[in-house]
């Protein structure tokens, strides 16, 4: 059975993902999607022409992700797209954010990410597609976003890695690496603190770099960053020292404050 897996299925860029994939993989059987919020996961699934199976998990618990690995081993499961966007972050300066939601980030953007990629890895079938979701928060690191940007760097490094292990295997892996994306992210993310208000005039429609990370992963490209800006953004941090980049961040802060 040739299948699709989306974590963080039930909003935002894992709903995006499976919405535009519904219309443009037919070879694919059945859609696995994969949140905590079985209600909305059933949502999505309804509105799907795909067939659906429900996964409805905190993939950071201990145990949940070999639900995933025994049903793919029952169902004689061919992976062909591995679509990981569960995640979250938490701004604020470290000090004042939870140490619960600091370590929470962490066991989700980059433990329950890593385990269940390799727990599908006997699972995907030639040609099959990774996709990770990173974030330009990966390219540099971001005062009062600390624990998050750090935790995409590492999605980043690792997914550009795992592409080229597993290149000879003709499995192919993307990093997607938005700027500010108009989804609830935010809601989350800034109950604690708020981001640069300059962000907001950068934010993009997730439709776009749905279509723009799907189209990249076609093409076998190891990074996909949509945007003017954010490609910008990407060169700078590569020709100019970080910490320029962090002093402006802090006046630009600074000034927001005043």
Request: aromatic fraction near 8%; hydrophobic fraction near 45%.
């Amino acid at each position: 059975m040739n299948v699709a897996i989306i974590t963080g299925a039930s909003s935002g860029m894992g709903k995006e993902f499976a919405l535009q994939m519904d219309c443009h993989f037919k070879n694919i059987e059945e859609f696995w999607l994969v949140a905590r919020r079985e209600e909305e996961l059933n949502e999505l699934a309804s509105c799907l022409q795909h067939k659906c199976r429900i996964f409805a998990m905190d993939v950071t618990m201990a145990g949940q992700l070999q639900r995933l690995e025994y049903a793919a081993r029952l169902e004689n499961a061919k992976v062909c797209m591995l679509v990981q966007c569960a995640g979250y972050g938490i701004m604020g300066p470290f000090e004042t954010v939870p140490v619960k939601d600091c370590t929470g980030m962490i066991r989700l953007n980059c433990e329950a990410l890593t385990e269940l990629t390799s727990r599908m890895l006997p699972y995907l079938r030639e040609n099959a597609r990774i996709i990770m979701l990173a974030s330009v928060a990966a390219f540099l690191p971001q005062q009062d976003f600390a624990v998050y940007a750090a935790s995409k760097s590492y999605v980043l490094s690792f997914s550009r890695a795992l592409a080229r292990e597993l290149k000879k295997k003709n499995v192919y892996v993307t990093a997607v690496c938005p700027g500010p994306v108009d989804t609830p992210f935010f809601d989350v993310a800034e109950k604690n603190g708020s981001t640069l208000a300059i962000k907001k005039y950068f934010m993009a429609r997730p439709e776009a770099v749905v279509a723009k990370a799907l189209r990249d992963s076609y093409h076998k490209k190891e990074l996909s960053v949509y945007g003017t800006s954010m490609n910008a953004l990407l060169i700078g941090t590569k020709l100019l020292p970080h910490g320029i980049f962090l002093n402006v961040a802090g006046r630009m802060k600074k000034a927001g404050e005043e």
